[in-house]
Nanobody, 124 residues
Framework: QVQLVESGGGLVQAGGSLRLSCAAS????????MGWFRQAPGKERDFVAG????????MLADSVKGRFTISRNNAKNTVILQMNSLTPDDTAVYYC?????????????????WGQGTQVTVSS
């Protein structure tokens, strides 16, 4: 089992940057592909970014390509979402998730474990 805790959210002006971090418990972190999702008020939880078990493959939603990057450090049990050029449309609660698979996926049901989320608010 994996427990996930997100941090790094906050309020930022449009055009700014934030760095979200997800800390995972347990010694099996490297067995999981990891992902970030986000949910805006009244909307579904959407895929943002994913990364493979060893960090060699990443996947990004079209809406964030060129602005967000995902990375992981298996020695520190962390996964990072670097968000640049933020816009008000990026405002949402951001969730870290773990999937028992090798390669990243944008399929939400594939993810077995979820964090509690961290709020990101981008002002115009």
């Amino acid at each position: 089992q994996v427990q996930l805790v997100e941090s790094g959210g906050g309020l930022v002006q449009a055009g700014g940057s934030l760095r979200l971090s997800c800390a995972a418990s347990g010694r099996t972190f490297s067995r999981y592909a990891m992902g970030w999702f986000r949910q805006a008020p009244g909307k579904e939880r959407d895929f943002v970014a994913g990364i493979s078990r060893q960090g060699t493959s990443t996947m990004l939603a079209d809406s964030v390509k060129g602005r967000f990057t995902i990375s992981r450090n298996n020695a520190k049990n962390t996964v990072i979402l670097q968000m640049n050029s933020l816009t008000p449309d990026d405002t949402a609660v951001y969730y870290c998730a773990a999937a028992s698979r090798t390669w990243p996926t944008n399929d939400r049901p594939e993810y077995d474990y979820w964090g509690q989320g961290t709020q990101v608010t981008v002002s115009s």
